[in-house]
């Protein structure tokens, strides 16, 4: 059975840290490139983050760049969020994705003083 399993959210104050996980079975994860996606409440969904599959090369939206880090650990079958300054405005649930064909069930990330 394929699953992608996040952990890490919460509620933190602006400026506070966070680090997400996501950790993968039932599919060759070093073999998919992974994604971070965020949707806010009332909105879309918004593309965060993303890692080729041998965690040379990452993308950011640029609302995020310099503060959030995505990195994996493919003998660990995890990949990770690592969230910094954080803000109000990236308050959302954060999903997962491997090349967009699994998904994980996603979890609460609020940033509120």
């Known amino acids: 059975e394929v699953q992608l399993v996040e952990s890490g959210g919460g509620l933190v104050q602006p400026g506070g840290s966070l680090r997400l996980s996501c950790a993968a079975s039932?599919?060759?994860?070093?073999?998919?490139?992974m994604s971070w996606v965020r949707q806010a409440p009332g909105k879309g969904l918004e593309w965060v983050s993303y890692i080729v599959q041998g965690g040379g090369t990452t993308y950011y939206v640029d609302s995020v760049k310099g503060r959030f880090t995505i990195s994996r650990d493919n003998a660990k079958n995890t990949v990770y969020l690592q969230m910094n300054s954080l803000k109000p405005e990236d308050t959302a649930v954060y999903y997962c994705?491997?090349?967009?064909?699994?998904w994980g069930q996603g979890t609460q990330v609020t940033v509120s003083s």
């Open positions: 994705n491997a090349d967009e064909e699994h």
């Open positions: 039932g599919f060759t994860f070093s073999a998919y490139a």
